[in-house]
Each structure stands twice: as structure tokens, then as C-alpha cells.
């Protein structure tokens, strides 16, 4: 079958993947593949997933609301509760308005969908995620792919083919999801001087660890007016599930008016609405768990965010270091193709408040003992 071969050269090329039994057991260690390890692969941040409050928040509610949600926000699943997360949301990240969605790959993908026309020309960074990626082909629109964070390449592309179309958009993340490294903004802001073109910004992996309240990247760098559409996920710092964009009224309206995704798929079960309610709040007020993740980033070399890559060269060898920290107590996954260009193989270290600076500490001696060897 057609199937099997397609599972066979993926087996050959050392790039099939298994989905990994994972029995959390401590606040930073589970059990994986019935090894008790540190974690190092979750992106709940500042530990959010396990405060107390926060799962006080959810049980009430779902005493109260039940479970599912049992329609569309457009035809009987609407509730206040989401207006109150939207609006606590749109507050904090200094947006104008917030729309909900039940997860943040489909905020992505929802949101470019409806904002982007085919006529559109779509300037993205060659490392974009995949949900951005495929927001972009749900368009119909032209894109071309632009290097990493390479903000002079930008501007050779927005000279080369921006004046062909009626509009343009670039497309980024402010924190890259596999590298680490933060998006250049100012310096992309810096373009709209001389280029017409409308900005939107991933902040999945900004928001929350960024800002004095961590409210990422954007406002951190205070460019929140010059950015027009921003996309956030509920499911990493947050410690919850869900997605949002945010933006000017018009915005977030078009985007409930043509945004697939939002439209046609049940609303997200309102005890995860109450979560995001309180989590916003205890967000906020996490400036303890900020500074120790802080402390634990400027352990590692050369980190600028909780997501810090260790190379290794090609897709079995990075699959062969990940299990051999795994046996030393350390999950590690490994990204492999098509997570990440060829020749861009890498162990992810992702860094939580959770973690204690001794094991960081003896991770990262392991690991430059390792590549020494």
C-alpha cells in the first residue's frame, strides 16, 4: 500500500515518529518510557498548568457549566464568560479587541485565512511555524520566503515584489519556537517608513515570559501600534488551551465574520474559559516565577529565551543523543525534519520556572561533556 512505503522511506531517512507515553509525576519530572526524568520538553513556562488556584477555577466551573459546550459561538454556544476573557485579554496586551479560538494552531490558521486575499502578496520567515504556514496557503495568496529573522533580506523582498500587489503582509514569530532567538521588530518597524505593508506577529512564545507583566515581545519593545494583527496560544505560559488574535476592531470582526476556523468547530468548553480568566491575572502577578526563569536562561550560552537549541548533525544522530540523555534522567526531544530545515537538527531545551538552577546546572555539563567526547 501506498501508506506503507511512505512509512518505510520516512523509517530509512530516520525521520518516523512515535508518539511518547508521558505520566508527569512532580511539578518538573515525569515518567517517559517508565523512566522517571526531568522534563525538559514542556513550554509550561512559569508552571501554570499545576497552580492550585487555577485548577480551584476550573473545577468550580465545570460544576457549574458542565463539560462541552455543545455548538458554535454563532449559533447557541456563546457565553459571557468569553466576552470577559476576550476583553481581560485585549486589556492587557494593549489590543483594541480579542477573539477567542479553541486552539492557538487554529488562531493561526483562522486568522490569516480571513484577513488574507488571494490578490495579496505574504512576505514569511523561512522559519515560521507550520499553522502560519498553512494560514497563509488557506489564503490563496502569493508568498515568498524570506531568512530568518534577516531583516535586510526583508527589505530586498518588500523592493523586489511588494509594488506588484495590492497588499502586503509579513509574517513572523516574536519568539522562534525551535531556536529561541527574539524577531528583530523594531527593526521591521523601522521598514514601514518606507514600505507599505501590514505586520503580523506570532507571540505564542512571548507572551507571558516577556514584559514586565508579561505581556511579550511587542509591548515589551513598546511596538504594539505598529503591529496590526498579533496571535497569541493560551496553551504554553498561560498553562491552559486556546488561541487568540488581537487587533483593532475591524481586525478581530472580519476575522469573526470569515475565519473558518472560529466559525465551524464548537466553542471551547467554558471551564477552560474560566481558567483563562484567572490565569491572565496570575500571569500578571508572576513576576517571581519571571525572574527565576530569567536566572535559569542566563545559565545557558548564548540563550535569549526559555527555548534553547543544541545541534547535532542529522535527523538519527539528534534521535540517537535524545535517548541517551533520556537513560541519564534528561528528556530532551529531539527536532528533525520537517520541524526543522535540513542540516538545522537540534536537541530543544525548554526551560521552565519549575526547573531548579542546579539541574540546569548539571544538564548543561553533561551536555558539554557529552559534545566534547
Known sequence: MREEKKLERLKQQGLYRKMIKVEPFDIDRSLIKGRPCLNFGSNDYLGMSEHPDLLE???????????????????????LLYENVEQKIAQWLHAESCLLFSTGYMANL?????????????????????????????????????????????EDCLKRYAHKYSM????????DSIFGDI?????????????????????AHGVGVFGK?????????????????????????????????????????TVINKGRTSIYTTAMPLPLAAGLLLSVDL??????????????????????????????????????????????GFFIPAMRVPTVPKGKECLRLTLNATHKIQDIQRLLKELSDFKRE
Open 57 to 79: 477555577a476550573f473545577r468550580t466551573a465545570l460544576d457549574q457549566y458542565g463539560l462541552g459546550q455543545r455548538a458554535s459561538r454563532y449559533i447557541c454556544g456563546h457565553h
Open 110 to 154: 483562522g486568522t490569516l485565512g480571513a484577513l488574507i486575499e488571494p490578490e495579496d502578496l505574504v512576505l514569511i520567515d523561512r522559519c515560521a511555524h507550520a499553522s502560519l504556514i498553512d494560514g497563509v496557503k488557506m489564503s490563496k495568496a502569493s508568498y515568498k520566503v524570506f531568512r530568518h529573522n534577516d531583516v535586510g533580506h526583508l
Open 168 to 175: 502586503t503582509w509579513v509574517v513572523c514569530e516574536s519568539v
Open 183 to 203: 524577531l528583530p521588530i523594531q527593526n521591521i518597524v523601522d521598514l514601514k517608513e518606507r514600505y507599505a505593508f501590514r505586520l503580523i506577529v506570532d507571540e
Open 213 to 253: 507583566q508579561g505581556e511579550g515581545v511587542i509591548v515589551e519593545k513598546d511596538c504594539f501600534q505598529n503591529v496590526e494583527v498579533r496571535m497569541i496560544t493560551m496553551g504554553k505560559a498561560l498553562g491552559v488551551c486556546g488561541g487568540a488574535v488581537l487587533g483593532s476592531k475591524s481586525i478581530v470582526d
Open 283 to 328: 500571569v500578571q502577578k508572576a513576576e517571581v516565577q519571571r525572574a527565576h526563569l530569567y536566572k535559569l536562561i542566563g545559565l545557558c550560552e548564548e540563550a535569549h529565551s526559555p527555548i534553547v537549541p543544541f545541534y547535532f548533525e542529522g535527523a538519527e544522530r539528534v534521535k540517537e543523543v535524545s535517548d541517551f540523555f533520556l537513560e541519564r
